[in-house]
């Protein structure tokens, strides 16, 4: 009886061991993927090639949108021809880690995609200022090219925005990191990201969008090294520091927010000072800006409408 006890417990132990290889859903290179197999455009930075979408005159005035933690410039397909049609060019670009861009063994530090956007308006030959809309974790990242780029910015559009280090332990303890993020966190992401939605029933295939890019190597070590980066730097300070850069901005957030609750909004507000305008969209989640696109899109049309030509 004790050796079957012992076998079962092998067994038990192979299990649990082969989980994360089980569960791994990576099986493609990106660098199989041909460019017409894919819409919008690619450049190469400095640190590998970076996927976005280019649309509207190139004379106009530049939104950039930059998405979340997880997700990719899909996030903003209700959002675009808004603001194409007020006459705005718009750039929404795949953050390195994410979506089609390449994912580089690196820090995954809010530096790191604030260098990829300068980068890439640099590439694309932008100078004038531009409007930085940005979601979640991109909402901090946004807020940090505006403290060191001020002179790049013409005002920012931030969606429930990552001000906080969550709480992930034990994220960042080496090797239990690995397994819990590979077994279990990251396999179960596209699930969870109905989460971001107040109604998920009424847009089913927002989980389904998601799905395609995690299947090329390295999303997974690029989302844990954000965990272990990103996530733990101090935040606030630079929604302070923009306070007196007289940059105009415009706060969202949904009143249903799981991931970011709405209790939040007072102190990003009070932080970012008297250039900053709060509206609190009723009944939306932590992904307004795609359930409750129309009346996301009015706020951010009215808030540009106002803004200097």
């Not at 299990?15 to 859903?25: D, G, I, T, V």
């Not at 190139?58 to 949108?65: C, D, E, F, G, S």
């Amino acid at each position: 009886m004790l050796y079957l006890i012992e076998f079962l417990l092998f067994l038990l132990l192979l299990a649990a061991l082969a989980l994360p290889f089980y569960r791994n859903q990576e099986v493609f290179e990106l660098d199989e993927l041909e460019p017409e197999d894919l819409p919008g455009q690619h450049v190469q930075l400095s640190l590998g090639v970076v996927h976005f979408h280019r649309v509207g005159q190139k004379t106009a005035p530049t939104v950039i949108l930059v998405h979340g933690f997880a997700a990719f410039s899909y996030v903003w397909e209700r959002n675009v021809n808004s603001l194409v049609q007020q006459g705005y060019q718009v750039i929404s670009l795949d953050l390195y880690g994410r979506g089609y861009s390449a994912r580089p063994n690196t820090s995954y530090s809010r530096q790191l995609f604030v260098d990829q956007i300068l980068e890439l308006l640099d590439d694309q030959e932008i100078q004038e200022p531009v409007y930085l809309a940005g979601l979640s974790m991109g909402g901090a990242i946004c807020v940090s090219f505006a403290e060191q780029y001020p002179h790049r910015v013409a005002g920012l559009i931030l969606l429930a925005p990552l001000n906080t280090p969550p709480h992930i332990s034990p994220m960042p303890t080496p090797i239990i990191g690995e397994y819990i993020a590979y077994s279990f966190f990251v396999p179960n992401l596209a699930k969870k990201q109905l989460e971001d939605l107040s109604n998920p029933e009424n847009a089913l295939d927002w989980a389904q969008q998601f799905e395609p890019p995690l299947r090329y190597f390295g999303y997974r070590r690029a989302l844990l090294a954000t965990l272990r980066d990103l996530m733990q730097e101090p935040m606030m300070a630079s929604y302070y520091a923009l306070a007196d850069k007289n940059i105009p901005c415009l706060l969202l957030w949904g009143t249903a927010d799981k991931q970011l609750p709405v209790s939040q909004a007072g102190k990003v507000k009070e932080a970012l000072g008297s250039h900053c305008e709060l509206v609190l969209v009723q009944g939306a989640g932590h992904a307004l800006q795609y359930e409750y696109s129309e009346q996301v899109n009015q706020h951010i049309a009215g808030f540009l409408a106002i803004q200097p030509k």
